[in-house]
């Protein structure tokens, strides 16, 4: 008998008791598309990730800072401006803390960054709402419209996070653009109000990275700073928002130590991809625990398989006594029923596969027009080829493992007995 002969075979023995294979095949298809699904949320969240990373700069470099309260600077939903709450948070880097960072000899292109606090923000309907917003930076932001702001020279220019473009009485963000805001600052000594004029030259795209915070130019942290300095005495002056930094030669190790020994001295040091991580971890183990659903379904697939194939066993004893009586080796006997248990698991991957593909394709859409609205770029649900046959071969597998016992039995019968039994 050859090896397409007892492929046939299996085929057709599968049939015989359609019922039974259908349940088992189903109980197959829910673990395969557990699993599918579930490694393409996996990789639509990572694949955005990796898009994001080039957006944002070094992934290396240091942001040394305060701990602070990040909930206002999320580039979260826009708060009223309320005259009797202090909206202000003093969590800002001295002088002496730069003199302690700069004396890590590990580190260079130490760079204190000013602390440009605004107290609201107005639009074209003039209605107040508190604004937080971020120097430049030297990186390139991913923009919905516009350009970044100039990172030189006097120019005072903003750029705005989507949530503000309504909230400020503009339709969308082309609108927005070109448009002149006016930021109020406040003197921390002087307690002076001051109202500057500034050009919305972008709209930030949200990211799930880093926020969607605004950002302001150079030239218009220079005069933000210089209002909220005014008065106070030339050592208060010298007040940093945090401490951009780069390790010499870096490597994970060094970046560590770096770190450990910044916290010795009460600063926290982070870098890009420590946030990067961070989200990826979330993400993993979200899907971790759904990718344990799947197996759990597998393995009480795979009870099913041994449960068909000794049933199987058992009603087509005498056909088995009477091949090995014709002679049929041990091994094609229990080629046959391993050959069945593996089509078991074959078409339950392939069909638990493609209903995996096909919900994908309904939750895509979905999913942009609801909870991932404005994050373009982001496929929530993601497959590749190598992925796909990887799930099919291990599901395969298991099925294959599944069947060795009752095809061992198979195997063993006796023909005399097998023929003899009723």
């Not at 971020?134 to 919905?144: C, H, M, R, S």
């Not at 963000?173 to 109202?195: F, I, N, P, R, W």
């Not at 870098?271 to 979200?286: H, K, M, Y």
Request: proline content about 3%; aromatic content about 8%.
């Amino acid at each position: 008998m050859k090896i397409s002969d007892i492929l046939n075979s299996a085929v057709g023995n599968l049939w015989h008791n359609k019922g039974r294979t259908i349940l088992t095949v189903i109980a197959v298809v829910i673990g395969a598309l557990t699993l599918g699904f579930t490694l393409g949320i996996r990789n639509g969240v990572n694949d955005y990730v990796n898009k994001q990373v080039g957006n944002i700069g070094n992934k290396d470099q240091l942001m040394i800072y305060m701990k602070y309260d990040q909930a206002a600077a999320s580039g979260s939903k826009p708060q009223k401006y309320d005259p009797e709450k202090n909206t202000a948070q003093d969590n800002t880097l001295k002088a002496k803390d730069v003199a302690v960072i700069k004396k890590q000899k590990e580190l260079k292109n130490i760079q204190p960054l000013k602390d440009a606090g605004v107290d609201y923000i107005q639009g074209k309907n003039h209605s107040k709402y508190v604004f937080n917003a971020t120097p430049p930076l030297g990186i390139e932001y991913d923009l919905k419209v516009g350009r970044q702001v100039a990172t030189k020279g006097t120019a005072k220019e903003v750029l705005i996070s989507e949530g503000y473009v309504k909230a400020l009485g503009y339709k969308n963000s082309k609108q927005a653009l070109g448009k002149t805001v006016s930021l109020t600052a406040t003197g921390k000594a002087t307690q002076k109000h001051v109202t500057f004029k500034a050009k919305i030259v972008g709209v930030r795209n949200p990211s799930l990275i880093g926020g969607s915070q605004s950002v302001f130019s150079q030239g218009l942290t220079d005069v933000i700073v210089k209002v909220n300095q005014e008065g106070l005495p030339e050592k208060l002056q010298e007040s940093y928002m945090d401490v951009t930094a780069e390790v010499k030669n870096p490597t994970d190790a060094r970046i560590n130590r770096v770190k450990a020994n910044l916290a010795k001295k009460g600063y926290t040091a982070e870098t890009f991809q420590d946030s990067v991580n961070q989200l990826r971890q979330v993400v993993n183990s979200v899907t971790g625990v759904l990718m344990v659903f799947g197996a759990i379904a597998l393995i009480a697939a795979s009870f099913g398989i041994i449960n068909t194939l000794f049933m199987s066993v058992r009603d087509r004893t005498r056909e088995i006594g009477l091949m090995k009586a014709l002679g049929l080796s041990r091994t094609k006997v229990f080629l046959i029923f391993s050959f069945e248990s593996i089509l078991i698991g074959f078409i339950g991957s392939v069909v638990g596969l493609l209903a995996a593909i096909g919900l994908g394709k309904i939750a895509n859409p979905m999913a942009a027009k609801t909870f991932l609205k404005g994050l373009d770029g982001f496929t929530l649900v993601q497959f590749n080829w190598s992925s796909l046959i990887l799930i099919t071969v291990i599901i395969c597998l298991i099925a294959f493992l599944a069947g060795t016992l009752p095809a061992r039995r198979a195997a063993k019968l006796d023909p005399i007995t097998a023929l003899r039994y009723e």
